[in-house]
């Protein structure tokens, strides 16, 4: 960290640094940073900033809505993923257990300040991790309802990989932009931001069954929209060429180079135990045209059985 960061970091005097990666995304995580907080006096008129990726987001997120009843937040995101999805839109929290992400508060920033600049320190590997959530934004461009229009299918389709670090303002832009208009819209899930969620119900209970190690988010994300482009293609909610085009998209940046080997009966198991769930029923986004995704909860078990890998 302050190999990378040490001239940012030193400019101030109380910094607090938690281990990197998703599996210290919990509990015990969040108990040290209040621990930390309170033990150097931490005040209702401070500001906690977040600089980091989208564990370090989140976390610092759930912790400012909790101590002193809520400080001001700050989100500074280093990480594609943190950049195009997580430090936009308030959702704070840790994972537990019996899944991702069933902790949390909706906590919204006072600013995010986003430097692709920092992307330069991201390898390969976490670089790829950030388009598993860019990719979703090409597949519900339209469900966002938004007034841009940038289609984001073509875009990719037509960009190749050695041009897409160079593309990253006008990415970062067109992902940030597009969850900004939806959570306006809609701050607390109640209809619209759903459709932020396509392919994270798989997402979730692949990264719970990892146990949070060896499966980047992103790489769930892939995974889910694999799945759910699958799921509708066997339901025909969309026809085989479009089916192809989201597996080409995913394909051609390597996203799910990371196999999976889960037990069907263990994906549904924990896929029933997420906070979408509604009266027992499990509720999945489903491709119905380019760009556009419907929400089912109609699901019958066959079907998505036969949707995973």
Known sequence: LKKLYGDFISQFNDVIVIDDGEKYKNIKTFE???NELLKRKIERKDCIIAFG???VGDLAGFCASSVLRGVQLIQIPTTLLAMCDSSIGGKTGFNTKYGKNLIGSFYSAKKVFIDPTFLNTLNNYEFKCGMGEVLKYAFIEKSCKSDFDYDLISFFENLSKDELKSKMPYIIEACASLKASVVRADEHEANLRKV??????F?????????YKNLSHGEAVAHGMKCAAKLALNLKKINFDYFTKIISLIDKFELTNNKLKFKKQDVIKVMYQDKKVNDGKINLLCPVAPAV???FDNIDLPSLEASLP
């Open 32 to 34: 040290y940073i209040i």
């Open 53 to 55: 990726g989208g564990v």
């Open 203 to 211: 997402a979730h209970a692949f990264e719970t069954l990892s146990d």
């Open 196 to 201: 932020l969620n396509f392919a994270h119900t």
């Open 293 to 295: 995704v419907e929400l």
